[in-house]
């Protein structure tokens, strides 16, 4: 029988099970006495380690990477956000320490080995394949950043949902707003959760203009400046018949603006170029870039606060913060 199981078994909460078989006073007497038995009479026995990390705090908290980030070059906003949650925990007297894997099994066995090793008091995970069931059984405080709202299930309390489907489908409309039909895409190889969200977001906004993307209308990259570069390079001609570049991430889009400066075509007389994610450089980039910003300092501090909470021994039931992308117009896009 898993924690879940006893809870839902029980009609409580998992982290109310959890405190309960770890000895916590933040549970009633009645309660915690009910839980112990019927784990005892259905032969389920908390995680040691787990209850041991609860009376010796380490002043740490681990942060855990996406499935698909492999290094801070390659996916500048994961960055960004990193060091704003870095920058909240700081603040708040809390260590830092970077967990994650590319393959998820090697995600979830690194951190089971800090938890063994009793390094982290509590984890702030940003997106992630493996359920939150799963996390729930380290014992630890677990909020979840996540991509969809939709993949947040009804046990998912601890979770900020950042709308990358939103983000998208405003962009599109705002394309679709300004009379743009031929319109090329520079997204990336490897569709991983955001990147597909932003793209459904994007047809559905423009198909409210009647605008449909079809394939030969996207190209790939790898999310770097310089994949959105050789997007324009590898295919020049291309770029003369079209109205709008949208890429689905900043570093793409800086990289596609360079290469189209290079070939002379104006940006945005002959060609309009939108990002996404909101980072801070884009504002600097002459013509400044058009975005949909991803607050990452408003993701951090919702986050932190959910963690801040458990720390606490606060349930926090149904709070599940839903951050909505907001459209940036700057001078990198206009109408046809």
């Known amino acids: 029988m898993t ?3 006893l809870a ?16 916590s006073s933040l549970v009633k007497g009645e309660t915690a006495e009910r839980i112990r038995a019927v784990a005892k009479e259905y032969g389920y026995e908390i995680n040691s380690n787990a209850k041991s990390l609860k009376t010796n705090s380490t002043g740490t908290i681990g942060v ?9 070059d390659s996916n500048i906003y994961i960055g960004n956000l990193f060091n704003c949650i870095r920058n909240h925990l700081q603040a708040h007297g ?14 979830i066995s690194g951190v089971e080995r800090v938890i063994r090793n009793r390094k982290v008091d509590g984890l702030i995970v940003i997106e992630s394949s493996i359920s939150q069931d799963r996390w729930y059984e380290t014992g630890h405080p677990v909020p979840i950043i996540r991509y969809n709202p939709e ?13 990358h489907h939103h983000g998208g489908e405003v962009l599109g409309e705002y394309l679709g707003r300004c009379g743009h039909k031929r319109i090329l895409c520079v997204s990336a190889m490897e569709k991983m959760g955001a990147i597909r969200l932003r793209e459904q977001g994007i047809r559905d906004g423009l198909k409210k203009y009647g605008v449909i993307l079809e394939p030969k209308q996207f190209l790939h990259g790898d999310l770097t400046f310089e994949s959105g570069y050789r997007a324009v390079m590898e295919h020049k001609d291309m770029f003369r018949d079209y109205t709008a570049v949208c890429a689905y991430n900043d570093a793409m889009a800086l ?12 940006i945005p007389d002959q060609i309009s170029v939108t ?3 909101g980072l801070k450089i884009g504002a600097w980039f002459r013509p400044r870039l058009t975005t949909v910003s991803m607050p990452g300092q408003e993701i951090a501090e919702q986050c932190c606060r959910l963690l801040y909470a458990k720390l606490r021994g606060e349930e926090g039931e149904g709070i599940r913060p839903k951050i909505l992308p907001q459209l940036i117009i700057r001078e990198s896009s206009g109408p046809v």
Not at 151 to 163: H, I, L, M, P
Request: net charge negative; no cysteine.
């Open 3 to 5: 924690s879940k199981e």
């Open 8 to 23: 839902k078994l029980l009609g409580v909460s998992q982290s109310t099970v959890s405190r309960s078989l770890n000895g």
């Open 64 to 72: 855990v990477f996406p499935d698909h980030f492999i290094d801070f």
């Open 94 to 107: 809390y260590d830092l320490l970077a967990l994650g894997g590319h393959e998820p099994e090697d995600k």
């Open 151 to 163: 993949q947040a299930g009804a046990e998912e309390r601890s979770t900020v949902a950042v709308d």
């Open 255 to 266: 990289g596609v603006m360079e290469a189209l400066k290079e070939l002379q075509i104006r």
């Open 275 to 277: 990002g996404f994610d």
